[in-house]
């Protein structure tokens, strides 16, 4: 299932954590995937630079939602 993580709106560049930097990332990843709108799966995978423990509250949220697995 497709699954899409809303962060809070947030007005400056300065002010963006690395956790809603990646949930912007993976969101922009999975829109832009035409698989992933058709299929409705993706999969997701770290780079380099993300935190371990974003990932970590990342796959949290994924869990908890009833439209993921």
Request: aromatic share 6%; net charge positive.
């Amino acid at each position: 299932m497709l699954y899409v993580v809303r962060a809070r709106a947030i007005t400056h560049q300065n002010q963006i954590s690395s956790y809603h930097r990646l949930v912007w990332r993976i969101n922009h990843q999975v829109l832009s995937l035409s698989r992933a709108m058709t299929e409705r799966q993706a999969i997701l995978a770290p780079s380099p630079n993300d935190h371990p423990e974003d990932w970590e509250r990342l796959l949290g949220k994924i869990e908890e939602s009833d439209n993921a697995r």
